[in-house]
């Protein structure tokens, strides 16, 4: 019953930035790490950013530099901070985690789980 509700994407111009947010819900036990992942029509969907429970992080090559994620663990959300922004980051963006949760049955289980995305738009 976990679910990942992304927000904060939209319309900017060429060299702004945008903020997103993906807040999980449900009975987590934890997050074990949590992804940005981006989409465009017609192509496979990347990994942008990945952040471990101990804090450590991953970029793609095309945004290290200008996009940061950060994990808020009280609140069991994720962020990506994204300073200057370029045509080719619109895409559909999507939080993914590595989530341990509290399953109907009462067990402890691991597993990925998906947010339905947030059009980000990058005009020239």
């Known amino acids: 019953q976990v679910q990942l509700v992304e927000s904060g994407g939209g319309l900017v111009p060429a060299g702004g930035s945008l903020r997103l947010s993906c807040a999980a819900s449900?009975?987590?036990?934890?997050?074990?790490?949590m992804s940005w992942y981006r989409q465009v029509p017609g192509k496979e969907r990347e990994l942008v950013a990945t952040?471990?429970?101990?804090?450590?992080?991953n970029y793609a090559d095309s945004v290290k530099g200008r996009f940061t994620i950060e994990m808020d663990n009280a609140k069991k959300t994720v962020y990506l901070q994204m300073n200057s922004l370029k045509p080719e980051d619109t895409a559909v963006y999507y939080c993914?985690?590595?989530?341990?949760?509290?399953?109907?049955?009462?067990?402890?289980?691991?597993?990925?789980?998906w947010g339905q995305g947030t059009q980000v738009t990058v005009s020239s």
């Open positions: 993914n985690a590595n989530i341990v949760a509290l399953q109907y049955s009462g067990e402890f289980e691991a597993g990925y789980y």
């Open positions: 449900g009975h987590i036990i934890r997050a074990d790490a």
């Open positions: 952040i471990t429970s101990g804090g450590t992080t």
